[in-house]
């Protein structure tokens, strides 16, 4: 599985952007996709994640009612919306999956793939 993150880029506080990541690999509908960030100085943070039937969807305590994840199993893709972005929302984010998520989608071990990232930077 091949994983590439893009829509990135500046945007002032309160303002939206959509990310989107697209994956190679017939099996991309069998995994959980997850969205994790990493802030300068700061260590690999959870997101969001989606289940691979799209029915199950689940966010870090800090972007809850905020952004919202969705997935496109027949375009291999899924989607971060993300609004009312605060400066704190600055960072890399990128799209993960694999096998061995399960229930354990917040920690980032527990995927074995990773797209390259795309860069949000959030300005006040």
């Known amino acids: 599985v091949q994983l590439q993150a893009s829509g990135g880029g500046l945007v002032q506080s309160g303002g939206s952007l959509r990310l989107s990541c697209a994956a190679s690999?017939?099996?991309?509908?069998?995994?959980?996709m997850g969205w994790f960030r990493r802030a300068p100085g700061k260590e690999r943070e959870f997101v969001a994640g989606?289940?691979?039937?799209?029915?199950?969807?689940n966010y870090g305590d800090s972007v809850k009612g905020r952004f919202t994840i969705s997935r496109d199993n027949t375009g291999n893709t899924i989607d971060l919306q993300m609004n009312n972005l605060k400066p704190e929302d600055t960072a890399v984010y990128y799209c993960?999956?694999?096998?061995?998520?399960?229930?354990?989608?917040?920690?980032?071990?527990?995927?074995?793939?990773w797209g390259r990232g795309t860069l949000v930077t959030v300005s006040s």
């Open positions: 690999g017939r099996a991309f509908s069998s995994y959980y």
């Open positions: 993960a999956t694999g096998p061995r998520v399960g229930n354990f989608y917040p920690r980032p071990a527990r995927y074995d793939y």
């Open positions: 989606i289940s691979r039937g799209g029915d199950r969807m």
